[in-house]
């Protein structure tokens, strides 16, 4: 059983700073992908940035250059730093692993509010 255990979400003013972590425990043995997802009210949920294992990392536009992904193997564990916050970013994110053997892991979501 493999389970995701997220971190880090909360109220933040716009133009500040949150950092998300995820910790995968269990029977992981190799991990092809990491990554964060989130999802709007009312949105379909979508890619915020991930990282393929010999592939690379990816964000998508309207994050690039204010979020950093990053990923610590020997504890299985994906960050997301997020600066310069805007009130659009306000949603749940979703951490997100595939496994090597094509496996998916959902975390249960952390709420990110950006309000003044």
């Known amino acids: 059983q493999v389970q995701l255990v997220e971190s880090g979400g909360g109220l933040v003013q716009p133009g500040g700073s949150l950092r998300l972590s995820c910790a995968a425990s269990?029977?992981?043995?190799?991990?092809?992908?990491m990554g964060w997802y989130r999802q709007a009210p009312g949105k379909e949920r979508e890619l915020v940035a991930r990282?393929?294992?010999?592939?690379?990392?990816d964000y998508a536009d309207s994050v690039k250059g204010r979020f950093t992904i990053s990923r610590d193997n020997a504890k299985n564990t994906v960050y997301l730093q997020m600066n310069s916050l805007k009130p659009e970013d306000t949603a749940v994110y979703y951490c997100?692993?595939?496994?090597?053997?094509?496996?998916?892991?959902w975390g249960q979501g952390t709420q990110v509010t950006v309000s003044s």
């Open positions: 997100r692993i595939v496994a090597a053997l094509g496996s998916i892991y």
């Open positions: 269990g029977s992981i043995f190799s991990i092809n992908a």
């Open positions: 990282i393929r294992t010999r592939v690379g990392i």
